[in-house]
């Protein structure tokens, strides 16, 4: 039985850290308290009512709920959004390419080139220490989905057992009464 969608909610949606935010609510002032903030990121431009029609199903189907996904992608909205962001590898030459250096006035002196290897070495660890918590988020979303599984199979038959208890009772109690029982 689906719940009756309120006509007055509005969805608002908002960038927060990495994560596309939407919730349905019935005004800015819900949306805010929703998000947990008290800096009005309308008045910023930070956030905005939406008619995205995957952000407004979303957000729809648990009013009051923020629902975030991943800046950048299409996946569903969800309260707690499974997967890290992509983030590129640092580019070497940033400094250089956001402060131009002036020529120098005279001819640079030869310096030993500093050695790259430490930095190649904790970069490459940080990359392997990503695609572990990858390879980790991967298998503990499979062992998920098999608990899952395990309980939606516990509970059909919980329902199946008792709706053969139910009738059962039923049967005793009307044969009860037949014989004369009370009570």
Do not use: C
Request: glycine share 4%; no cysteine.
């Amino acid at each position: 039985m689906k719940k009756a969608v309120d006509p007055k909610l509005k969805v608002f949606s908002a960038q927060m850290g990495f994560y596309d935010s939407v919730v349905a609510a019935r005004s800015q002032t819900a949306a805010l308290e929703a998000w947990g903030t008290r800096q009005n990121l309308f008045a910023s431009g930070q956030a905005r009512q939406t008619d995205d029609a995957q952000a407004v199903e979303a957000a729809r189907a648990q009013p009051g709920v923020p629902l975030r996904r991943l800046i950048g992608t299409t996946n569903p909205f969800e309260l707690k959004p499974r997967g890290l962001p992509e983030i590129p590898d640092a580019p070497r030459k940033w400094a250089e390419d956001v402060h131009p250096q002036k020529p120098p006035a005279k001819p640079p002196r030869k310096t030993k080139p500093a050695d790259r290897r430490p930095l190649d070495k904790a970069e490459a660890a940080l990359r392997h220490v990503d695609e572990d918590r990858k390879r980790e988020e991967a298998e503990l979303r499979r062992r998920q989905d098999e608990l899952d599984a395990e309980r939606e199979a516990s509970q059909a038959r919980y329902v199946e057992q008792r709706k053969q208890a139910t009738s059962a009772v039923v049967e005793a109690r009307t044969a009860y009464r037949k014989a004369g029982g009370t009570g």
